[in-house]
T-cell receptor, first 111, second 119 residues
Framework: QKEVEQNSGPLSVPEGAIASLNCTYS??????FFWYRQYSGKSPELIMF????GDKEDGRFTAQLNKASQYVSLLIRDSQPSDSATYLC???????????FGPGTRLSVLP | DGGITQSPKYLFRKEGQNVTLSCEQN?????MYWYRQDPGQGLRLIYY???????QKGDIAEGYSVSREKKESFPLTVTSAQKNPTAFYLC??????????????????FGDGTRLSIL
């Protein structure tokens, strides 16, 4: 059973701090990894994707991938109350097949 | 405007009734998916389709049916056999063609969802 695991949270951080969201995956065939943000009552929206080992930065967001450890993370710098949402981690294989979503981590950024 | 349109936004089902949720896309994506999300929970795959006239069951297909008669449309019917249909239903699409090397790192894209409740 291919699984993507995340801590359900809630993860609470003060405004302006760095929020660190983590994700592990069981299938070594997984090659692409995606972070989605889902506000309460809304559909998931893509924030970032990564498929090479290392870091990928986009504005306040940094995705990190370590395939040897089967570990993906999302860092949110200068967290804002508007970042409060559930963050879903997802994986797929090299051909875009076998999408697997994690259960999501609820982030709360406190003013 | 390119995108994925789900309708209706809210739907109420009477006991013993079948209801159909619409999902239409103009992104020219080959693959389409239906997910169910219960409050505070993750996404669970109901059905998916990678080409027209073909679809596969996901993890929780019982009580649901789909069709894929054209590339743009992937309607989901919630049948009376689904005893607990109250949930948020999400349709997603995916661009399945490879990128030169054959690898595909494309994400899934989601519609705005349909919230189904029992009357």
């Amino acid at each position: 059973q291919k699984e993507v695991e995340q801590n359900s949270g809630p993860l609470s951080v003060p405004e302006g701090a760095i929020a660190s969201l983590n994700c592990t995956y069981s299938d070594r065939g997984s090659q692409s990894f995606f972070w989605y943000r889902q506000y309460s009552g809304k559909s998931p929206e893509l924030i970032m994707f990564i498929y090479s080992n290392g870091d990928k930065e986009d504005g306040r967001f940094t995705a990190q991938l370590n395939k040897a450890s089967q570990y993906v993370s999302l860092l949110i710098r200068d967290s804002q109350p508007s970042d409060s949402a559930t963050y879903l981690c997802a994986s797929s294989d090299n051909y875009g097949q076998n999408f697997v979503f994690g259960p999501g981590t609820r982030l709360s950024v406190l003013p | 405007d390119g995108g994925i349109t789900q309708s209706p936004k809210y739907l109420f089902r009477k006991e013993g009734q079948n209801v159909t949720l619409s999902c239409e896309q103009n992104l020219n994506h080959d693959a389409m998916y239906w997910y169910r999300q219960d409050p505070g929970q993750g996404l669970r795959l109901i059905y998916y389709s990678q080409i027209v006239n073909d679809f596969q069951k996901g993890d929780i297909a019982e009580g649901y049916s789909v069709s894929r008669e054209k590339k743009e449309s992937f309607p989901l019917t919630v049948t009376s056999a689904q005893k607990n249909p109250t949930a948020f239903y999400l349709c997603a699409t995916h661009h399945t063609r490879g990128q030169g090397s054959g690898f595909n790192h494309q994400p899934q894209h989601f519609g705005d969802g349909t919230r189904l409740s029992i009357l």
